[in-house]
């Protein structure tokens, strides 16, 4: 049995029928193809699935897509802007905030909710924001910095 | 959604095969595109600078991770592809008495169900070293987790499904938990050809340990142990196997070692090697893990066997289960000193938990022995080193390859020595660490040691934080019921393989548009290899980065180079690009001579020009002059130090160069609660001339964070060989908030002979000293020696004769278990 839901993603409205077990990364990378949005532990710890929800980050593998019906969904694809990276992307390069690139699409996107709802976090106010996404290789100093750099600018 | 088997769909393939092969064809190609152009090299020529070593220059694939459109292997699908999950040992050691698949072969969406039975036992065993683990077990498990039916249907869930409906019968046979008990004599034997459950043994004798001992001033002795880790890369491995029209196998996958798997894959399948093609996806993450076989083989097979693609991804319980981790460690140590504080001999005997298959134990061992006392003269030394067989999932290799377990002990030892005879746990290092000329246990000759250099550069940190904390606070204490220490460790490794050969190649060729592509085996597992290797060719020929592009980790389109592993991309593979380079503008610089009319010697590539007898013509121009030639241009460099070592008497050339490092740690240990927060960090490296800062400066960083995670927090739980903790809420990782408020790395000058550009090497260096260091400091704020890690609250409470239950349990301050958000 199937449900039809209709998710705005990025501001493109998609029609689908899914199961009412499926969870939002699933539908994300399976069903639209939006792989950016990666998927790690499954359990809303490694915050690799990480995704706002009417501005509000989310771990999407938490989530049953129905649960997201007719909401707003951002995720990683839609962060550049006339195919320019945004700021916080370009800082996340220029700072080697990414190494393996793995946990990058969740704390691109916790950082994203974090610099709207505080477009000057101080240094702790960024460590808190990213306390639920790990990152195995940078040891994170360089995440911050990134953030940082665009907190400033 | 849940469709039936071999019905509609499964005649949509067989009825449109040619049409649908086409489609493959193109996809895969298309893939195979991306996955390189990803990897290829500057979309930007942002470097305005004639020098491309040591510049801070932004990645090329970090581009696509940011965008979200790098091409992780589970990030890359095909029209009507299969997904492959396996069934696992529920026994720690069992006969398997039967296969249940009847249940499964009916169950909806499902293509294939392979068992170890329909594999030849010539193929079934893989393994980087030994060739001893089951592909699929066949007659007997020996660990929790362990593969023994690998199914492919439609869609993740229903080969899950299926997979849940197996039925195996087990007959439980004795278990071992420990490699004490597994060298008892009479234990039950796990491995046929391994008598007594030993995987390798290892002795290592210099000197007069005995009269050392006799004649010292100070001894010190003591045991310590480690747990198990596990690597949390948070990309679980995964691959993409699918067979093209022409027939040739083709793999894509997250890998270390691409050349590796395509061996392995010529034996299991019995293809020849040219109708096999393993491609490295994007990485994400790997420290040591994936360099065994997971699904590669496994996903081969179910995609010859359905001629569909076939997708594999481990889950996050699985990557916990039933793949390689750290090896666990109990060893006696054994120091002896003069009164002046110089180390005299050592004594280490060491028992390693090696898992229910070798995998990498052996050159853990290996490495271990060689690194025993680094980097400190030590003119007595005797080792012994043992790992043997057990019922828990093997243990392989992890960053630095066991090192970090050793330093963890030695460094406390030193710290302790220096406060017995009254001197600074830097000047005793300073007395006692590595100088050029001095003569390792192998009696290798080392040269380019920058060890104090980087003492000197942590020594006034250390002197200013330790006046600082007694004169203003007072013992060190900052806040009622905290305790400030200091702890100090260094660090000596040795860059690529232990004792033995392993060359690395590479290629170099050129477009008639003025492109020039390194084809080099070592692939970047998110390590920036890439663009080192790039800055590397751009710098030795002389020309714009942004003309280069590389191509790494593809069995077709280069060599087998080694893995990417024990830091030796950039030294090894970075060797190999300079000699390539060497070799190309030879035939460069003839190809031009020729077309111009002048002799070879008044052709040279100068800044990214190309002077012919005193007249510049840009570098384009100058290819497209040879463009009838340019495809026969292969600058070829093969790099292939003399490394060998004896194994009967350890002597020899253990590693062509060695990194070198110090650490500084600030902790503040809570009395109540036992937890250590760590407050600032010091890191002081010699990597030789550092080819590009910020990625060098990452790697420094990471495995700091790596080690505080192995230091204070980091276990893999085991009860009667199951794993309770396979997950990241009671797996303790590091988090942003658990990295000191500080975090200082900086680089030493130092020019490496040997190296591509004076560079060394470091990615897994700096893991080894975070531990030690945090020992030492602990030690320094509240007087004890934990000598386990995790140094977990409960044991430094227990230590300071503080234990109570009650603190225990809310010592939740770092380290808890965490949330989901
Ligand atoms: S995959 Fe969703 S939080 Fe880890
Ligand atoms: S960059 Fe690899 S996990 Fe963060």
Known sequence: MSVDISLRVNGAEHRLAVEPTETLVNVLRNRLGMTGTHKDCTMGICGACTILLNGQPVSSCLLLACQADGEAIRTIEGLERDGALSLLQEAFLRYGAVQCGFCTPGFLMIAVALLEKNPKPDRNEIIDALKGNLCRCTGYTKIVDAIEFVANN | MASDKKQPDGQKFALESAKQQALWQREFQQIVADVQGQALGPNWTANSSPRNIGLPLPRNDVLYKVRGTARYAANISMDGMLYGRFVRSQEPHARILNIDVSAATQAPGVHAILTADEIPQDRLLVGTHDNDTPILAKDRVRYVGEPIVAIVAESVEQAQQACDLVEVEYESLPVIFTPEEAIIVGAYQIDAEAEGNIITEHRHDVGDVDAAFAAADIVLENTFTTEPIDHCFLEAQAGLAFVDSGGTLNLLVSTQYPHFHHEQLARVTGLPMEKIRVIQTVVGGAFGGKIDDTIECASCLLALKTSRPVSMTLTREEVFIATTKRHRLKFRQKLAATKEGHLTALELDILCDGGAYRSYSRVVAGRCVVHAGMPYRFPNLRVHFMTAFTNHVPSGSMRSFGVVKMAFALESHLTELAAKIGISPIEIRKRN??????????????????????????????????????????????????????????????????????????????????????????????????????????????????????????????????????????????????????DFKRQFCTAVAEKTGCLPAQVRIDNDRVIVQNEPLAFEQACRLIADDVDAIVGYGKFDPDIEIDISTYQGNAYPTYTYGTHLVEIEVDEELGSVDVVRYWAAHDGGVIVNPIGAEGQVEGGIVQGLGMALWEKIVRQEGFIVNPHYRDYLLPGAMDIPGELSVWFVETYDRTGPFGAKGLAEASIIPTPGAIAGAISNAVGVWPRGIPMESEKILELMGHYSADAAKSATVKGQPREPR
Do not use: W
Not at chain 2, 489 to 497: K, S
Not at chain 2, 514 to 540: H, K, N, R, W, Y
């Open chain 2, 433 to 582: 660490g590595f100088v050029d000329g001095d003569v390792i246990s192998t009696g290798q000759v080392l040269q380019d040691v920058g060890l104090l250099k980087t003492l000197a550069e942590i020594e006034p940190i250390y002197e200013r934080r330790k006046r600082e904390l007694a004169g203003v606070h007072g013992q060190g204490q900052m806040n009622p019921g905290r305790k400030r220490g200091l702890g100090v460790a260094c660090l000596g490794y040795g860059i690529g393989y232990s004792g033995i050969r392993n060359p690395s190649t590479a290629r170099l060729a050129v477009s008639a548009d003025g492109f020039v592509t390194a084809f080099c085996g070592t692939p970047d597992i998110g390590t920036g290899s890439d663009m080192a290797l790039t800055q590397i060719a751009a710098e030795a020929l002389d020309i714009d980065l942004g003309r280069l592009r590389v191509v790494s980790g593809d069995s077709t389109k280069t060599d087998d180079s080694g893995p990417t592993s024990a830091s030796r991309t950039t030294y090894f593979s970075g060797n190999a690009v300079c000699l390539a380079s060497e």
